[in-house]
């Protein structure tokens, strides 16, 4: 069983930067596919970026492109979302998910591809 921890929500103004953190409790962890998804108040749980299991491979959503980086190290057992420019729709809760297919290749936008959730953390950027 995976558990997955983030850490590093909080607020901040429109412009500024958060650097988020998601630490695992178990090494299979390293050879997941990891993402990270948000919710808004009112919406539904939307893809933010993801990450193959190498590192190699990244992906995010339009929204955030060019400002978000997701990264990870696997010897710390923990996958990072840097944050940059952000504005006040970013404001959500922010949660790290992981795919339990080891040494997968691909990675996923969707929710349903992702088998283990974090309990989220809070970002709030004010105008």
């Known amino acids: 069983q995976v558990q997955l921890v983030e850490s590093g929500g909080g607020l901040v103004q429109a412009g500024g930067s958060l650097r988020l953190s998601c630490a695992a409790s178990v090494r299979t962890f390293s050879t997941y596919p990891m993402g990270w998804f948000r919710q808004a108040p009112g919406k539904e749980r939307e893809f933010v970026a993801t990450?193959?299991?190498?590192?190699?491979?990244?992906y995010y959503a339009d929204s955030v492109k060019g400002r978000f980086t997701i990264s990870r190290d696997s010897a710390k057992n923990t996958v990072y979302l840097q944050m940059n420019s952000l504005k006040p729709e970013d404001t959500a809760v922010y949660y790290c998910?992981?795919?339990?297919?080891?040494?997968?290749?691909?990675?996923?936008?969707?929710?349903?591809?992702?088998?283990?959730w974090g309990q989220g953390t809070q970002v709030t950027v004010s105008s």
């Open positions: 990450i193959s299991w190498t590192g190699g491979s990244t």
């Open positions: 998910a992981a795919e339990s297919r080891s040494y997968s290749t691909s990675t996923s936008t969707y929710r349903s591809s992702y088998d283990y």
